[in-house]
Each structure stands twice: as structure tokens, then as C-alpha cells.
């Protein structure tokens, strides 16, 4: 159990040297990295929005360099098809027997870290062939079962402007993605720094630091981590007072048509211990799940027609909720 142990502390010792190899490419977004990485080992998938420009495919693609992991993008179009993404099979023929055969040609979905660029530009029909993916671990095609690599980490974007011809999420759908992540933009210095080393020749270099048996490792010791009856009791009040029929919050009443349901307090408590090994910490703090609790529940709360015409958003709800 020692040498278990020591493994754990030294694969927890690395996380700080992660966010150090992903900042040499990356500058700010700290919030974000550090969410991604919390998805990670909590074993869930993110979405992340953000504006054209704020380099989310590049912390995508840098943050699997460093994970000594297989990364795909796929870029999602009105026009893709579920088999684009999933894989299809292909028609071979053996030269030894000369019999035809099927073969199964796997898609890009088969990656350990799988980049869903502008998800919200392909209908409803290739949506969904990512929602097996997402909660079982692997697909089927025609009647055969193909298991996903492991880890498995699905990121899929969308853009907050521009919403002409696209297809929103459904919230069944939605509810999949353990954090909804939002990127803004970087502040002046960081702008700044920003055009001063994107302009040049020379490129960082992203030493690997966790390979896949590390993450996996990791994720078993996430759900390790010790968190106290109370704050349990806690992340289930906060979860059920979203919901106009349960809370005891006037401003929930006033604002919202539902709140979030079971799964959100699930991702809550899961992101929570996450969060504390990515600060190598072994035990759950209150802060943990205040500083979760936006990503978490943001995509989770359904407001009325009122409050969307007030300006009201989800952050302000929970914001609210959090005070009390």
C-alpha cells in the first residue's frame, strides 16, 4: 500500500510542472487550463465557449502534447455525418482466399483527447452520435460493440456569437458535459505578451509530463480524496434550491423554469476532489465547490422568459445562491 501511495504523491507532485509545460504555449486562461485538467481527472467531458481567437483549439491541442496522449479535432459542419465522427466500414478483400469482407474503419473519436470544434454548426443527427461516446466509452456500429480508448476526454466548443444557422444543444445533451467552460479575453499584459511571443521563430518546447496510465492512476485517486458529510450536505442544498419548486430562494422563484437535477451534485462533489489533487490537496475545502459550482450548474438552470429579458444569467442565479 506504500509503494501505492508514494506512486500517487509523485504523480500528484507533477500536475504544477503540467500547467507549467501548457503556460509556455498558453498565457493566461488559468481558470480554463485549470478546469480542463479538473474534467480530466474527473473523468467527465467539458464545453468551452468562447469568442473566435482565444486560442482554444491550440490549449486543446497543447495541453494533449504534454499528456503524452492521441489527439483528434474534428471540425463540426452542417453537413457532417455521425459516420464521419464514429467511423464506418469498408468493403476488403483477403488475397490469400480472395473472400470480401467488412472491416470496421475507425473515426476520429477513437483518440484519448477528442476536440468537437463548433459543435452547435451540425445538426441534431451527429450530435447525438457523440452522446454514446460520452457516457459509455464506446460505440456501436452495426450491431458490434468498439471500446474507446482510455483516458477519454471529449472538449467540444461553440462560439457565443454568430448563432445564424446553427443548432443548440439539447439540454439532454448538455447535461452530458460535466463544465461548461466560458473564456474571455486575456487582460493587457497578457495581450501583450501574447504578440510579443506569438510573432517570432521560435516555439516553445512541450516536454510530456503524464502519460495515459498516470491520468488513469490519477483519476482512481480523485475519487479517493476524503470530503465531509457536511460539505455533501451542503453541494445537495445548493443543487436543490435551483429548482423554483423546492428552493426556499425568492430570486430562483422569480428568475428560473428549472433547476439542475441529481447529476449536477454528482459532478459537483467528483470536480470538487479534482479540483483539491490538482492543488495537491487529499480532503475537499468549501472553496473547492464555490469555485465549481459556476461551471457546473451554469448549463444546468433553465431561466424564464423574464429574466432573459432583464439580462439575468445563469452565473447571477448561482451567484445569488451562493451568498445564502
Request: net charge negative.
Amino acid at each position: 500500500m506504500e509503494t501505492s501511495l508514494e506512486h500517487y504523491k509523485s504523480l500528484v507532485t507533477k500536475l504544477p510542472d503540467l500547467k507549467k509545460e501548457i503556460g509556455k504555449v498558453i498565457i493566461g486562461q488559468h481558470e480554463a487550463i485549470n478546469e480542463i485538467l479538473i474534467a480530466l481527472l474527473a473523468g467527465g467531458h467539458c464545453l468551452l465557449e468562447g469568442v473566435p481567437g482565444l486560442a482554444k483549439t491550440l490549449m486543446v491541442k497543447t495541453a494533449a502534447d504534454a499528456l503524452d496522449m492521441k489527439f483528434k479535432r474534428v471540425q463540426f459542419t452542417p453537413d457532417l455525418m455521425p459516420g464521419d465522427i464514429v467511423g464506418t466500414e469498408i468493403l476488403e478483400e483477403d488475397h490469400e482466399t480472395g473472400k470480401k469482407f467488412f472491416k470496421f474503419n475507425q473515426g476520429p473519436i477513437f483518440a484519448n483527447i477528442v476536440l468537437a470544434d463548433e459543435i452547435n454548426r451540425t445538426p441534431p443527427k451527429t450530435q447525438a452520435a457523440l452522446l454514446e461516446a460520452m457516457q459509455e466509452y464506446k460505440v456501436t456500429y452495426a450491431g458490434t460493440n468498439y471500446a474507446l480508448p482510455l483516458p477519454f476526454l471529449i472538449i467540444a466548443t461553440q462560439n457565443p456569437i454568430e448563432q445564424a444557422g446553427t443548432y443548440p444543444l439539447p439540454e439532454a445533451q448538455l447535461d452530458r458535459f460535466l463544465l461548461y467552460i466560458k473564456l474571455g479575453y486575456p487582460s493587457e499584459s497578457e495581450e501583450l505578451q501574447v504578440l510579443k511571443s506569438t510573432t517570432g521563430s521560435s516555439k516553445p518546447d512541450i516536454k510530456t509530463v503524464l502519460s495515459d496510465k498516470d491520468i488513469i492512476d490519477l483519476q482512481k485517486l480523485t475519487r479517493q480524496v476524503h470530503i465531509s458529510d457536511e460539505l455533501i450536505e451542503k453541494v445537495n442544498q445548493l443543487v436543490r434550491s435551483t429548482r423554483p419548486a423546492q428552493t426556499t430562494s425568492e430570486y430562483v422563484k422569480q428568475w428560473c423554469d428549472w433547476g439542475a437535477g441529481p447529476r449536477a451534485g454528482q459532478a459537483l462533489v467528483l470536480c470538487s476532489k479534482a479540483r483539491a489533487v490538482l492543488n495537491e490537496r487529499f480532503s475537499v475545502i468549501p472553496e473547492d465547490i464555490e469555485n465549481l459550482a459556476y461551471p457546473i450548474l451554469r448549463h444546468r438552470i433553465a431561466l424564464n422568459f423574464r429574466a432573459e429579458a432583464e439580462n439575468i444569467t445563469t452565473d447571477d442565479v448561482i451567484r445569488e445562491l451562493l451568498k445564502k
